[in-house]
């Protein structure tokens, strides 16, 4: 681009994109061959992209923060791992396959080859050899390689429970699928079926992943691990058995407050828990499975709501109070979820506010245990959950709380009715899903032989290519339709058999892809020992916090488990997380419902991809939400025409001249605006990093428009800190400055510049000086200035004289060598 040109932010997209493909700019050492380097390495993932579509706004937003953080550390010298795949299984594939008539594979890479095309055009410094596809054989082998290695630990099992259920989608969703009560893909509201399920117990490892957030602390995001530790939910307290009256069993429930036992008034079952099936008696089954089944409609989030009336039915049974022998009615209901804890409470409805909305609605008994000093909630209709000293509780009346607590407890472990118990909120992970376009689990059920796992030299099991039904009409899984893939010979005994017909939840894929990317195509295990050595744990993990409580407790979930087998020698998969907001439009979320949606590629072509990257960087922290009609990608643009502009004005003899004859002031301000972008950079202050580039930027404009600035060194020294500062944030512009400014390597190859501490040292400041608050006069003096001589020059200012108008001075307040405040004499 000659000098004279305007700035043509495509023509420059074209032209690097060439180039960097030509040289392979952004190629990590040590991928794919031995090094020998103490260069540091730097390992930088966002998480990965689902092929939906093409890029969008959000796209648009993450990736260019991550690549700055890469680009940042390359530019500094460490040796740069920014890899790329796709997250290319799940069930928008599948549904969109059904709506267009077209096999899942064809939408699937159709869209992968086009947000690949649109990657590029961004200006992402991706590694393009680390590319992976989660849908492709050679990865989902490893899928069912780790389920197996899950399975022989006892970490993966089947079995019968609630779920949730999306009539439309046929598939079960997992709680973090669920929102408002609804399929977060389709909308459809979410029922309640019992369905014989796989999962992994994630909760054998609840305790580790609350201690080892410890390890995190300070780098990651403070909200993000108190979502974690919440969702953890861990709780101490006590196991307390209650015996069936007419059955030879005892339900054990378990409670965090065994001091209010004397409280409890009547017991609860889950109405879609076994227990309850087991409980009822004849006389009250009609009642209590029409109220099941009412309950089956309703979702997890409404049962759980404060706001609803309390429903359930009498089982016609009764418990009895270990504590004190007193008869319970037990109820079904639809406030307790039979997969928390046993799926039983016992009800103290003075205590807790659900009880006591239920004892009210069904006319139960409110007994108040503990004297907290509040009001009698049977008067009131609010429930006592505070400490204070026990009531009505027979020998342990007169106790306070936490000695209440551990006396019955104890008692009841003596008496063999109960035990000091830890538990959690967290609950095992089911990963079955009822659809096709996913990870077959690689277990064949036999008549004989029970469940079966497929020998690893069988992996992968394929997805048949036809032969399958993508929606039957019958509610069965698309994969029980392909009988000549369904039906094999049992692995251990040859009889017939079938496949299990249910496929991973996409959950598993993104749970491991991160230890494949340095060696994609490693084919002796899911990833290569050597590669996990040279570039993990993942120094820099970019992305949403949506994901607080799913892929990232799942992701530290399967890095201890496979730890632990021996295969990884880290237990936390990511150093740090940083994440970023939603780009908003209006102050709404952008949607085709609300009509507000921005199309990134429309941005791009009015744009170019550098004023983008640049505005989304601009408009604030990356963890802050981005609302597009508050920004302006058209003052990026001018800011980076101004940047391309000013290298093509520098004199091109400067080149290799001694930048000491430069101009002092300027090569002071240069060097003090470069130390501060660093260390902007380095605190992932992104937005007011660019600020300073910008301030770097009019510094420069005016240096040279001052008549023979182009041809100071201090002028092409700044102009040359300048485009590299500004390459991490705009590529393109910044290659093409680089160029201009003489030089035929890639800017990415020129280094971070360095400062001269020398040129930080500041010899003078500005001491502001203030008479009752208000400012009244400024002037420069040297930075060790005493107290004593700053109270004299403000003394001696003309300007202080007139505010003070001939009043007198109660004291100076001095805060040397910036701040002189003056306070007059009110008298």
């Known amino acids: 681009m000659d000098k004279q040109e305007t700035y043509r932010p495509h023509a420059l997209t074209e032209k690097w994109m060439r180039i960097w493909q030509?040289?392979?700019?952004?190629?990590?050492?040590?991928?794919?061959?031995?090094?020998?380097?103490?260069?540091?390495?730097?390992?930088?993932?966002?998480?990965?992209?689902?092929?939906?579509?093409?890029?969008?706004?959000?796209?648009?937003?993450?990736?260019?923060?991550?690549?700055?953080?890469?680009?940042?550390?390359?530019?500094?010298?460490?040796?740069?791992?920014?890899?790329?795949?796709?997250?290319?299984?799940?069930?928008?594939?599948?549904?969109?396959?059904?709506?267009?008539?077209?096999?899942?594979?064809?939408?699937?890479?159709?869209?992968?080859?086009?947000?690949?095309?649109?990657?590029?055009?961004?200006?992402?410094?991706?590694?393009?050899?680390?590319?992976?596809?989660?849908?492709?054989?050679?990865?989902?082998?490893?899928?069912?390689?780790?389920?197996?290695?899950?399975?022989?630990?006892?970490?993966?099992?089947?079995?019968?429970?609630?779920?949730?259920?999306?009539?439309?989608?046929?598939?079960?969703?997992?709680?973090?699928?669920?929102?408002?009560?609804?399929?977060?893909?389709?909308?459809?509201?979410?029922?309640?079926?019992?369905?014989?399920?796989w999962f992994f117990r994630v909760t054998a490892y609840a305790q580790r992943l609350l201690d080892d957030m410890d390890k995190l602390e300070g780098n990651w995001p403070d909200d993000v691990l108190a979502m974690q530790r919440n969702w953890i939910g861990r709780s101490t307290g006590a196991y307390v058995d209650f015996s069936v009256e007419g059955l030879d069993e005892a339900v054990r429930v378990f409670t965090t407050r065994p001091d209010t036992l004397f409280g409890a008034t009547f017991f609860v079952v889950a109405a879609d828990a076994a227990l309850a099936e087991r409980l009822v008696t004849d006389e009250h089954r009609a009642s209590f499975e029409e109220y099941r089944s009412a309950v089956a409609a309703t979702s997890e989030i409404d049962r759980l709501s404060t706001e609803r009336p309390k429903t359930g039915v009498f089982l016609g049974r009764h418990v009895i109070n270990p504590v004190n022998g007193e008869r319970l009615p037990v109820y079904a209901a639809d406030y307790v979820l039979a997969e928390y804890g046993t799926g039983a409470i016992m009800a103290v409805p003075a205590h807790d506010q659900r009880d006591l909305d239920f004892a009210k609605a069904h006319d139960l008994p409110i007994r108040a245990v503990?004297?907290?000093?509040?009001?009698?909630?049977?008067?009131?209709?609010?429930?006592?959950?505070?400490?204070?000293?026990?009531?009505?509780?027979?020998?342990?009346?007169?106790?306070?709380?936490?000695?209440?607590?551990?006396?019955?407890?104890?008692?009841?472990?003596?008496?063999?009715?109960?035990?000091?118990?830890?538990?959690?909120?967290?609950?095992?992970?089911?990963?079955?899903?009822?659809?096709?376009?996913?990870?077959?689990?690689?277990?064949?059920?036999?008549?004989?032989?029970?469940?079966?796992?497929?020998?690893?030299?069988?992996?992968?099991?394929?997805?048949?290519?036809?032969?399958?039904?993508?929606?039957?009409?019958?509610?069965?899984?698309?994969?029980?339709?392909?009988?000549?893939?369904?039906?094999?010979?049992?692995?251990?005994?040859?009889?017939?058999?079938?496949?299990?017909?249910?496929?991973?939840?996409?959950?598993?894929?993104?749970?491991?892809?991160?230890?494949?990317?340095?060696?994609?195509?490693?084919?002796?295990?899911?990833?290569?020992?050597?590669?996990?050595?040279?570039?993990?744990?993942?120094?820099?993990?970019?992305?949403?916090?949506?994901h607080a409580t799913g892929h990232l407790m799942y992701a530290r979930f399967f890095t201890k488990a496979l730890h632990d087998m021996g295969h990884l020698p880290f237990t936390e998969p990511f150093r740090r997380l940083t994440n970023q907001g939603q780009v908003l439009m209006g102050g709404r979320s952008m949607s085709k419902t609300l009509g507000n949606l921005v199309n990134l590629q429309e941005q791009l072509a009015l744009y170019g991809p550098d004023a983008v990257r640049t505005t989304m960087i601009f408009a604030g922290p990356p963890e802050d939400d981005i609302d597009w009609a508050d920004v302006s990608p058209s003052g990026s643009m001018k800011w980076l025409a101004r940047v391309a502009r000013l290298a093509g004005d520098v004199d091109p003899g400067t080149i290799g001249a001694d930048v000491a004859k430069g101009d002092p002031a300027l090569r002071k301000q240069v060097h003090r605006l470069v130390d501060e972008t660093t260390k902007l950079m380095t605190e992932k202050r992104l937005n007011v990093a660019v600020a300073r580039m910008m301030e770097l930027t009019s510094l420069l404009r005016k240096a040279i428009d001052s008549g023979a600035g182009a041809a100071d060194p201090a002028v092409r020294e700044g102009a040359e800190a300048l485009v590299r500062i500004v390459s991490v944030i705009a590529p393109f512009t910044a290659e093409e400055g680089w160029q201009l400014l003489g030089h035929p390597a890639s800017v990415s190859e020129s280094g971070w510049p360095t400062v001269d501490p020398d040129l930080l040292v500041e010899e003078t400041v500005t001491c502001i000086v203030q008479v009752a608050g208000k400012l009244r006069d400024r002037f420069d003096v040297a930075v060790d200035a005493t107290e004593e001589t700053l109270r004299e020059l403000a003394l001696a200012s003309p300007a202080v004289e007139r505010a003070l108008n001939g009043a007198g001075i109660r004291k100076i307040i001095v805060r040397a060598p910036r701040l002189v405040n003056i306070v007059p004499d009110k008298d």
């Open 22 to 197: 030509e040289r392979q700019t952004y190629e990590a050492r040590g991928l794919t061959e031995e090094i020998d380097s103490e260069q540091p390495r730097t390992y930088v993932v966002s998480m990965f992209p689902y092929p939906s579509g093409d890029l969008h706004m959000g796209h648009g937003e993450v990736y260019p923060i991550s690549d700055a953080i890469a680009r940042f550390a390359r530019m500094r010298g460490d040796n740069v791992l920014n890899p790329i795949g796709w997250d290319s299984f799940g069930l928008p594939a599948e549904n969109a396959a059904l709506k267009r008539d077209l096999d899942p594979r064809d939408w699937t890479y159709a869209n992968i080859a086009t947000q690949a095309e649109s990657f590029r055009r961004l200006g992402i410094s991706f590694d393009w050899r680390t590319r992976l596809h989660t849908s492709d054989p050679e990865y989902y082998r490893w899928n069912q390689w780790i389920f197996l290695r899950f399975l022989e630990k006892g970490l993966a099992y089947r079995k019968a429970a609630p779920v949730n259920w999306c009539p439309k989608d046929q598939t079960v969703l997992a709680n973090e699928q669920v929102l408002q009560g609804r399929c977060e893909r389709c909308g459809t509201e979410v029922v309640r079926r019992n369905l014989t399920q």
């Open 370 to 546: 503990v004297d907290t000093g509040e009001d009698d909630p049977a008067k009131t209709g609010v429930a006592t959950s505070g400490d204070g000293v026990l009531m009505a509780s027979g020998r342990y009346s007169g106790l306070a709380k936490a000695e209440a607590i551990q006396a019955i407890t104890a008692d009841l472990s003596a008496d063999g009715k109960g035990e000091e118990a830890v538990t959690f909120r967290l609950r095992d992970w089911l990963l079955s899903r009822q659809r096709y376009w996913g990870t077959p689990i690689p277990v064949v059920h036999c008549p004989s032989c029970g469940e079966v796992p497929v020998p690893d030299e069988e992996l992968p099991v394929l997805l048949p290519e036809s032969g399958y039904t993508l929606r039957p009409t019958n509610g069965e899984p698309p994969l029980a339709t392909a009988t000549e893939w369904l039906n094999v010979p049992c692995p251990r005994c040859g009889g017939d058999a079938q496949r299990d017909t249910d496929t991973m939840d996409t959950f598993v894929d993104s749970s491991w892809y991160f230890l494949r990317y340095p060696n994609p195509h490693y084919a002796d295990g899911p990833f290569d020992p050597a590669g996990i050595a040279r570039w993990l744990p993942v120094d820099e993990y970019i992305g949403g916090k949506e």
